[in-house]
């Protein structure tokens, strides 16, 4: 399979910490995408970086990447519960193959 | 407000049947695709298009079809041969990708199918 890895599978923090996930990728990649899944919704883009790129923020994310371990970090900081949701990770060519996610509960 | 539409939201199934899941964007965007999302599993692909009247098969196309003759379309269809098609399935398009860079997607909210 060319799925790669997310840890931790299950993460669950109180408002205001710091949340970080990890990804695990397989191949070679151009760039690496992260997204939120909100339950029973679609995917939204989250943040993209570069394979030169080795850091990337936004708002209160910050996204690293390390391409010679083939893996990358998505940090949320001062989590809030409207955080709550799955986090995946995806990379590839022409088409994206993603992880099979991180699950973030943010508990008020 | 440009988005992509997925409909039905729920969809039921009899075993011996084909059921179409429809998908359509108004984003202007060229490249579409559908996954398909277990419980605890992440995305799989099973068809893409490129462009119009274009289309590629995924990791997971068997059992599976699909059109695209307009850019606004891509509609799936399940058909009888797909044995275990219970699951929730995601429509995504994006600008077109090139050989060298995919390209950040957008999702409609899915379409969740059971079996009767």
């Known amino acids: 399979s060319q799925q790669g890895e997310e840890d931790p599978q299950a993460l669950s923090i109180q408002e205001g910490e710091n949340a970080t996930m990890n990804c695990s990728y397989k191949?070679?990649?151009?760039?690496l995408q992260w997204y939120r899944q909100n339950s029973g919704r679609g995917l939204v883009h989250l943040i993209l970086i570069r394979s030169n790129e080795r850091e990337k923020h936004s708002g209160r994310l910050r996204v690293t990447l390390d391409t010679s371990k083939k893996s990358s970090s998505l940090l949320i900081t001062a989590s809030r519960a409207a955080d709550t949701a799955s986090y995946f990770c995806g990379w590839g060519y022409q088409k994206v193959t993603f992880g099979i996610g991180t699950k973030l509960q943010v508990i008020p | 407000d440009g988005g992509i539409t997925q409909s039905p939201k729920y969809l039921f199934r009899k075993e011996g049947q084909n059921v179409t899941l429809s998908c359509e964007q108004n984003l202007n965007h060229d490249a579409m695709y559908w996954y398909r999302q277990d419980p605890g599993q992440g995305l799989r692909l099973i068809y893409y298009?490129?462009?119009?009247?274009?289309?590629q098969k995924g990791d997971i196309a068997e059992g599976y079809s699909v059109s695209r003759e307009k850019k606004e379309s891509f509609p799936l269809t399940v058909t009888s041969a797909q044995k275990n098609p219970t699951a929730f399935y995601l429509c995504?398009?994006?600008?077109?990708?090139?050989?060298?860079?995919?390209?950040?997607?957008?999702f409609g909210d899915g379409t969740r199918l059971s079996i009767l």
């Open positions: 191949t070679s990649i151009n760039n």
């Open positions: 298009s490129q462009i119009v009247n274009d289309f």
């Open positions: 995504a398009s994006s600008i077109r990708e090139t050989a060298y860079s995919n390209q950040p997607q957008h």
